[in-house]
């Protein structure tokens, strides 16, 4: 299957600190926890190394490993860490020609910061990640069964408009994996095309910055989501989704996003699991249980599995936990790509832990 990448390339520099070396607060009335450094202390790491990443860059090497025919679509600057993501995509079989470089800004760059749950906290330069524009996006690219589309940085996010109607003009499957900032601070381009995006690939917190743009629709509240056996419900079910002072249920969301114009909404909730909703209703498949090394691109992994899958006309069931058994394969690793497993290996643990994982249907 033919698939192009569209996004973010970055070199990602990881530093693993010992949990009795940095202090963590967590809010007891929110879903949020924070790294302490004491100002003008050097701290002593466990490890510092250097990787390859970028939602572009994860999904493409995701999708190459799953024996796909893949190309990236990225802007890169004039400098040695494109050359190291260059190198790297050719050693994975990713074609790069339409790796562009760009001499106005640097290849991007990011810092992470792992300690307690390896739930890193990243720093992020995005450089030549903000400088797509529409005469970049050469049409003969887009001649693909799939287009995935990551978080696009800044000024690159105008584009968004025009690569949709690019891979639709082409016949391609439109699968996309918007960042946080996409979604509010330039939601315009976004929300002018949701009608024409067939995968929407979402973490909760991205989830909860489209309330308010949902809630213009449609208004407040939907049904709550119950379970016939009367089980507890996973977190996000009972959660829903909040933002500005707007509230919807988890099935109020789901159905709002379908009646938009997606077939497939995804929602991501790290080691809580995953949520799926599609005009057959809504479905909670769990994490796969792994001892985590570093959560950074669990979800480039779960995304990119599951838009090729999905493409490949695999069932969302199944779907979804080929993509949750590879995202569980990236924990279990510091980086973003070591991880990510080739389709003999991915199909041989999907069988293993089959049996163990209990899938929630709901109809919407």
């Not at 979402?202 to 629709?217: G, H, Q």
Request: hydrophobic share 45%; with cysteine.
């Amino acid at each position: 299957m033919r698939v192009l990448t569209v996004g973010g390339a970055m070199i990602d520099t990881i530093a693993v600190i010992a949990n009795e070396r940095i202090e963590r607060m967590t809010m007891r009335n929110a879903d949020a926890s924070f790294l302490l450094l004491e100002q003008g202390r050097k701290n002593e790491a466990d490890e510092i190394s250097t990787h390859c990443g970028g939602g572009a860059v994860n999904a493409a090497v995701a999708m190459a490993r799953l024996g796909h025919d893949v190309a990236a679509l990225i802007k890169l600057g004039p400098d040695a860490r494109a050359e190291t993501i260059l190198r790297r995509l050719e050693d994975e079989g990713v074609s790069t020609r339409y790796a562009m470089r760009d001499p106005r800004a640097p290849t991007g760059a990011s810092v992470l910061i792992s300690a307690h749950d390896r739930n890193a906290a990243i720093f992020t330069f995005r450089g030549a990640n903000t400088l797509l524009e529409p005469h970049d996006l050469k049409k003969e690219a887009f001649a693909a069964r799939l287009v995935y589309v990551s978080s696009l940085s800044n000024e690159s996010a105008e584009c968004f408009p025009s690569i949709v109607a690019h891979a639709k003009s082409e016949g391609a499957l439109v699968a996309v994996n918007p960042g946080i900032r996409q979604l509010s601070l330039r939601q315009n381009p976004f929300r002018d095309s949701i009608g024409k995006i067939d995968i929407l690939a979402i973490n909760r917190d991205e989830a909860d910055a489209l309330v308010p743009l949902l809630v213009a629709y449609g208004g407040e509240g939907g049904t709550q989501s119950e379970h016939s056996n009367g089980t507890t419900l996973p977190y996000l079910a009972r959660r829903g989704f909040v933002m500005g002072g707007f509230e919807l249920s988890m099935f109020g969301f789901f159905s709002r996003v379908l009646s938009l114009g997606p077939k497939w909404v995804v929602v991501t909730d790290g080691n809580r699991g995953a949520y799926v909703g599609s005009q057959s209703g809504c479905l909670f498949c769990p994490a796969v249980p792994v001892d985590i090394t570093g959560s950074a691109g669990a979800g480039d992994a779960f995304n990119a599995t599951f838009a090729c899958c999905i493409a490949a006309s695999v069932p969302v069931e199944d779907a979804a936990l080929c993509a949750a058994t590879n995202a569980a394969s990236v924990v279990t690793h510091l980086d973003t790509q070591t991880g990510l497993l080739r389709q003999p290996e991915l199909q041989a643990r999907v069988a293993k832990v089959r049996e163990s994982i209990d899938f929630i249907h709901w109809p919407l």
